[in-house]
C-alpha cells in the first residue's frame, strides 16, 4: 500500500486473461483526413495499415487527438507529440502547456511565484532577456502570451527589455514571420512611449537556430547562443522587420531556416548581448526543443560547445522542461503533476516492459509516457533502446529515417519472451511532413507501413496482441485549406504547403492472435481520445484500470 493511501495493485479483468505479449505502437504524425493527392497517407502504399483499417472494421476506430482531449484549451489547438504521449500513457486528461500558462497569466499567479520572483532580483540593474518562438501556432509557444509577459513585467520593475525571436513557418504558414514581428514591434513602440527600453534583439530560424531536440545538432544551439548571448552573427540589421524580410528574400531561405541575425545600433554595436547581472526567461512552454538552452544557460560544467563567455544570470523557464533533471531549476508555471502512469502500474504488477524509438522521438515513449518523468520505475523490468537519428540533415533527405531499425528491435524484443509489452514510436510521418516536402513524405509513410508489418509478424508468431495508433495528425494533409476546404494559392499560383500538425483524429486499431474474439470497440463512449488508450492497454495486459482512468475503448461481447 502506497503512503498516499491506494494500492499500486491493478485488479484483474473479470474475463482477458494475463500473459500476452502487447506491441503498442505509435505513428507519429498519422491522422485520418479525405483522401486526396495532398494527403500522403492515401497516396502512400500502406497495405499493412489499410488492412486493419478495412479488414476488421469493429477493431478499427478514430479517436481525438487534438484540443481539450489532450488538455489544451480549445478545440482549435492542434495537437503535438507532447500531450499525445502524455495522455496515452497518463490515461488522464491533464492542463497541458497552452493551457496552464493561460491560466497563470490570467489570475496573475505566474508574477507570484518562486520564478518570477527570482528573475525580478535583476530588474533594477539588469536586463531581461525573453527568448523564443514568435508564433500564434499554439504548439510551443504563442504570441498573445509573449505580449502578456512583456506588458506584466515592464508593470513590474522591468526597466530593460530585449527579446529574441525565433521564426516559426513550421506550426504556422511560411511567411508569416513578418506579420509576427510586426505586430510584436507596435507593442514595443507603446512600451517605449512609456518609458521602458526595449527592442527586439537577435532572431533566426527555429529551426536552424536554437530549438534543436534530443541533442540532435548542437550547432543549432550553438548559433543560438551565438546570437542571443555574444551578440554575434553573420548578418546584422537596424530593425527584425528588414532582418526577416531581407533574409527570406537575400537567402531563399523559409521561416524555419532564417539564418541567425542580431540587431545593431548607430555604432554597429549589438543592442542586446546578455551580461552579467540579467535575467534570462526561456518562453517557450513545450520543452523538448528548449532542454539544450537550458543546458547551455544553467550548466556549469556544460561541454557541448565553447560558450566563450557565459554571464553571470538569473534564468528561468516559462515551465520546467525537464522534471527528473530539474532543468531549468527555476521556472515561471508549475508542471502538470502527472503521477500514477498506466506505465508505473503496469510496471509494478509486475510487466516487463521494452520501449524504443529514434532520438527525435525517444523521449516521447519513455519521459512523456511515463508522465514527464526521466529514467526507469524498475530497471530488472524495463529496457529502453534509443537509436541515433540522422544529424546533419533534414529528414525529407532521408525519410525512411529509423524505421527499419525501430521495427528490427521491436522484433527481436517481442520474439525474444523477455517482455510482456514492446511500445514503439515510428517518427516518420510527423518529421518527414514537418518538411513539407510531399514527396518524401509519402515515402515516409511507406517506410512506416513496412516497419508496422514487422512488428505485428512477430506478434503473430507469439500469439500476442497490437495496439496500433497515432499521437496527432500531420502526414495527412499537406496543403493549406479555405474554410470549404479547398487548397490554399500562394500569389504565384502554387499551392500552400502545411507544415504543421493538424485538427484531425487518428486511428486505434487492435489485433493479433492473442485478442479475445469477443472484443470490439465500444460504441458508448461519446467522443473518445487517447487518453482512453492506457485503460485499453491495461485491459490486454489482463487488468482492469484505476478508477479514475478515462474508460477502456474496448467491450467483451458473445459471438
Known amino acids: 500500500m502506497a503512503s498516499s493511501g491506494f494500492s499500486w495493485t491493478l485488479p484483474d479483468h473479470p474475463k482477458l486473461p494475463k500473459g500476452k505479449t502487447v506491441a503498442v505502437v505509435v505513428l507519429d504524425g498519422w491522422g485520418e483526413a479525405n483522401a486526396d493527392k495532398y494527403n500522403c497517407i492515401h497516396v502512400a502504399q500502406t497495405p499493412v495499415m489499410d488492412s486493419l483499417k478495412n479488414g476488421a472494421p469493429e477493431r478499427w476506430r478514430l479517436v481525438k487527438a487534438h484540443g481539450t482531449a489532450v488538455g489544451l484549451p480549445s478545440d482549435d489547438d492542434m495537437g503535438n507529440s507532447e500531450v499525445g504521449h502524455n495522455a496515452l500513457g497518463a490515461g488522464r486528461i491533464y492542463a497541458q502547456g497552452a493551457k496552464l500558462v493561460d491560466l497563470a497569466l490570467a489570475s496573475g ?120 548571448v555574444l551578440g554575434e552573427a553573420p548578418y546584422k540589421f537596424k530593425s527584425a522587420v528588414e532582418a526577416v524580410k531581407t533574409l527570406r ?106 520501449a524504443c524509438s529514434e532520438t527525435v522521438k525517444f523521449g516521447h515513449v519513455t519521459f512523456f509516457w511515463n508522465g514527464n518523468r526521466s529514467g526507469y520505475f524498475d530497471e530488472t523490468k524495463e529496457e529502453y533502446v534509443e537509436i541515433p537519428s540522422d544529424s546533419g540533415i533534414t529528414f525529407n533527405v532521408k525519410p525512411n529515417m529509423k524505421a527499419l531499425e525501430i521495427a528490427e528491435k521491436a522484433r527481436d524484443a517481442i520474439l525474444s519472451g523477455k517482455f510482456d509489452q514492446v511500445r514503439v514510436n515510428l517518427p516518420n510521418g510527423d518529421m518527414v511532413g514537418h518538411t513539407g516536402d510531399i514527396e518524401a513524405t509519402v515515402i515516409a509513410c511507406k517506410a512506416a507501413d513496412e516497419a508496422v508489418k514487422i512488428i505485428l ?30 487548397p490554399l494559392l500562394d500569389k504565384n499560383g502554387g499551392i500552400q504547403i502545411l507544415t504543421s500538425h493538424t485538427l484531425q483524429p487518428v486511428p486505434v486499431a487492435i489485433g493479433g492472435p492473442g485478442l479475445h474474439p469477443g472484443v470490439r470497440f465500444r460504441s458508448d463512449i461519446q467522443t473518445p481520445g487517447l487518453a482512453n488508450v492506457a485503460a485499453t492497454v491495461m485491459n490486454f495486459h489482463g487488468y482492469e484500470a484505476p478508477a479514475d482512468y478515462e474508460p477502456t475503448l474496448i467491450e467483451l461481447v458473445d459471438n
Not at 260 to 268: A, K
Not at 464 to 471: K, L
Open 109 to 228: 499567479k505566474i508574477y507570484d511565484g518562486e520564478g518570477f520572483n527570482y528573475i525580478k532580483e535583476c530588474f533594477d540593474k539588469g536586463t531581461l532577456h525573453l527568448i523564443g518562438l514568435l508564433s500564434d501556432g499554439g504548439v510551443h509557444s504563442r504570441l498573445d502570451q509573449v505580449q502578456l509577459l512583456l506588458k506584466g513585467a515592464s508593470e513590474r520593475g522591468a526597466k530593460r527589455i530585449r527579446v529574441h525571436i525565433l521564426t516559426d513557418g513550421r506550426d504556422v504558414l511560411d511567411g508569416s514571420s513578418v506579420g509576427f514581428v510586426e505586430t510584436l514591434e507596435n507593442d514595443l513602440s507603446q512600451l517605449r512611449e512609456k518609458g521602458i527600453d526595449v527592442q527586439i534583439a537577435s532572431g533566426g530560424g527555429r529551426m536552424y537556430v536554437t530549438m534543436d531536440r534530443y541533442e540532435n545538432d548542437w550547432d543549432v544551439v550553438k548559433r543560438g547562443w551565438d546570437a542571443q
Open 249 to 354: 528574400a537575400e537567402t531563399k531561405a523559409n521561416d524555419q531556416y532564417l539564418p541567425p541575425f542580431v540587431i545593431v545600433d548607430e555604432s554597429g554595436k549589438s543592442v542586446g548581448p546578455v551580461l552579467d547581472g540579467d535575467a534570462v526567461v526561456t518562453f517557450n512552454f513545450r520543452a523538448d526543443r528548449m532542454v539544450m538552452l537550458a543546458k547551455a544557460l544553467e550548466y556549469a560544467d556544460f561541454d557541448k560547445f565553447d560558450r566563450v563567455r557565459v554571464p553571470k544570470i538569473r534564468y528561468a523557464g516559462m515551465l520546467q522542461y525537464d522534471g527528473e533533471l530539474k532543468l531549468p531549476s527555476h521556472y515561471l508555471v508549475s508542471p502538470p503533476e502527472i503521477e500514477r502512469t498506466s506505465g508505473e502500474y503496469l510496471v509494478k504488477n509486475g510487466i516487463r516492459t521494452f
Open 457 to 486: 509478424d512477430a506478434i503473430e508468431q507469439v500469439g500476442g496482441i497490437y495496439v496500433v495508433t497515432a499521437d496527432h495528425g500531420n502526414a495527412e494533409d499537406m496543403v493549406k485549406r479555405n474554410k470549404s476546404g479547398q
